[in-house]
């Protein structure tokens, strides 16, 4: 997703100003360094600041989707070498465990997130549980 660009209504705001001060005299200057061409010169500096600005946010969304897309080339890339190191010397050897992959006669036959020793200490409880679901006998009605 591309990121928000930024529209200054402080500038939009200034533009109108300068247009309706231009009005009253070019060459307006109240003191102190207010002139409407200081004026002006701020507004495009503002104007050239918002736009170096956004544009560098458009580079950056450029970067990031180089990035993602470099990233998902090196995850299947990484998948690739890991595969042939097991065609190669086979899911079984220290060389496929050497390269990251679980090696086939060290992976765990248990359930995910057991511990070996938990599955021989199991104690299996059943429950009984009539067809209305709350396990109680049913009530008879005549």
Not at 46 to 54: G, H, I, P, V
Not at 102 to 129: H, I
């Amino acid at each position: 997703m591309a990121r928000q660009k930024r529209t200054s209504k402080m500038l939009e705001k200034a533009v109108r100003r300068a247009a309706g001060i231009n009005s009253i005299d070019p060459n307006l200057d109240l003191g102190n360094g207010l002139t409407l061409t200081a004026f002006l010169i701020l507004i495009e500096t503002m104007r050239t600041r918002e736009n170096t600005y956004n544009s560098a946010l458009s580079s950056l969304d450029k970067f990031y989707c180089e990035m993602l897309e470099t990233e998902r080339e090196l995850a299947d890339m990484a998948e690739h070498m890991l595969l042939g190191v097991a065609t190669r010397y086979g899911k079984s050897s220290i060389e496929y465990g050497m390269a990251g992959g679980v090696p086939k006669n060290q992976r765990r036959k248990g359930l995910r997130g057991e511990s070996p020793t938990s599955s021989s200490q199991q104690v299996s409880f059943v429950a009984s549980v009539n067809s209305n679901g709350n396990g109680k006998k049913p009530t008879a009605t005549s």
